[in-house]
């Protein structure tokens, strides 16, 4: 790893990303995946449930953690109430 990426991963920035007008960086997708862990603390897996509809390739770290934060609080089915 040269000096120029290890400076980028330690301030949480991954390679190849890009600016967008409004002075957010896009990141591929598959490159948050490779990051998962240091930058939202989960598994790369879990980029994959998040981002397996979506037909865009970059977004910005803040949408990528919202819709992380939301993935993660979906309930799945109904509860079911147990009757003593």
């Not at 591929?28 to 980029?47: A, G, M, N, Q």
């Not at 803040?62 to 089915?77: C, N, P, Q």
Request: no cysteine; aromatic share 6%.
């Amino acid at each position: 790893m040269t000096k120029d990426k290890e400076v980028k991963a330690t301030k949480g920035e991954v390679p190849g990303a890009s600016k967008t007008g409004d002075s957010e960086t896009l990141f591929y997708i598959h490159e948050l995946r490779e990051h998962s862990r240091e930058l939202f603390d989960v598994k790369p897996e879990v980029l994959d449930g998040v981002f397996a509809r979506t037909k865009e390739i970059q977004v910005t770290k803040g949408e990528a953690k919202r819709r992380i934060d939301k993935f993660l609080k979906k309930t799945i089915g109904k509860k079911k109430e147990v009757k003593k």
